[in-house]
């Protein structure tokens, strides 16, 4: 893919939607995602629109939880994104300490639950 089509998805809006099929029940819909986040990381723009659209925590899951091709790929996907291990470590047990520290006082929903943080 050209980098002027690359850049044109995401201006496009259809970040949100490709980040959106992660979650499909599909393993085939999910491997197409992952491949197309992969194509898509390429460009730095493209990189952070997937990351505050929330694809890292959804990669995380598939990179832990999917068949064998889909962990290799999601975590390969992770690491485009620029997120090696450690750091996906640290942002899971990040999201959890926000979770649990914005929770009392009522900021929760708007933060962690609009998705501003990337946490799921």
């Known amino acids: ?3 002027a089509g690359k850049t044109i998805i995401n201006t496009a809006g259809g970040i949100p939607a490709l980040v959106a099929l992660l979650d499909s029940t599909t393993p085939e819909v ?11 990381s390429q460009n ?3 990189k952070r629109a997937m990351i505050a659209d929330g694809a890292v925590p959804a990669l ?3 990179s832990d939880w999917s068949t064998p091709l889909l ?5 390969q996907a992770l690491k485009k994104l620029g997120l090696n291990r450690t750091v996906q470590w640290i942002v899971r047990i990040g999201c959890g ?5 914005v ?4 900021l929760y929903r708007w933060l962690v639950r609009s998705d501003r943080t990337g946490c799921r």
Do not use: R, W
């Open 1 to 3: 893919m050209h980098d």
């Open 30 to 40: 999910q491997q197409h995602a992952v491949d197309a986040i992969q194509e898509l």
């Open 44 to 46: 730095d723009a493209n």
């Open 60 to 62: 995380q899951t598939l």
């Open 71 to 75: 962990e290799k790929d999601a975590a």
């Open 97 to 101: 300490l926000l979770a649990g520290l």
């Open 103 to 106: 929770g009392g006082l009522g």
